[in-house]
């Protein structure tokens, strides 16, 4: 394609661009990805930093993008641990910086209105993600337990907690992680509320607690 022999600093302006071309060919529920080396300019450097990354967007939420790197992880390490830290990113509404098994990975972002019209996209969105492929190369599952199938059913719980604007649902998860008792078997993002009656400068965090003796 036109512009492939160019040292590109990211993939995503050209999945974006992909993208496109597939919106304006009536294409839906579109995701692509690539795998690309990507060239940073360093200060009294001659040479770029070369990096080899995995590119991926999607017309899905951040949510999906997420689901999707968490199994790219796990399927290196299932006891891989994917986080998403809150981050600006220039072109994006809502950005992350994301870490694996706490070592940076790569970024996440939603696209803005602004970006979505200098793109000239129209009547959709899109979520994008780089993820470096030398620290998906370095994760390595270490010996496994095995148990035997429980039995009896588990037990899920929604919870809705109202904290402050800026609390993170990473700080949100260690806290419960923290205070949980051992049948607490997995908590999940649900989803967030803001406006009547939570107060201004608050939301509502929805979580959904599984338990099982």
Not at 146 to 160: E, G, M, T, V, W
Request: with cysteine; hydrophobic share 45%.
């Amino acid at each position: 394609r036109k512009g492939a022999n160019l040292l590109r600093r990211n993939l995503t302006g050209s999945l974006v661009q992909c993208l496109r071309t597939n919106l304006n060919a009536k294409n839906t529920n579109i995701d692509l990805y690539e795998i690309a080396d990507t060239f940073q300019q360093r200060q009294g450097e001659k040479l770029p930093l070369q990096k080899t990354m995995l590119g991926m967007i999607t017309q899905g939420d951040l949510r999906k993008l997420r689901g999707v790197i968490e199994a790219i992880a796990k399927s290196l390490d299932r006891d891989a641990t994917v986080q998403f830290i809150e981050e600006e990113i220039g072109w994006a509404q809502a950005g992350a910086a994301i870490l694996i098994n706490s070592k940076p990975a790569g970024w996440a972002g939603a696209a803005s209105k602004e970006t979505l019209d200098a793109m000239d996209i129209k009547n959709s969105s899109f979520c994008a993600a780089e993820l470096e492929l030398e620290v998906l190369a370095m994760i390595e599952a270490g010996p496994k337990k095995i148990k035997a199938l429980p039995r009896f059913p588990a037990i899920d719980r929604d919870l809705s907690i109202i904290v402050d604007e800026e609390r993170r649902w990473v700080d949100i998860e260690a806290a419960v992680l923290k205070a949980a008792p051992k049948e607490l078997e997995q908590v999940n993002f649900v989803g967030i509320y803001r406006g009547k009656p939570i107060a201004a400068g608050k939301k509502s965090v929805t979580l959904a607690l599984r338990f099982r003796n």
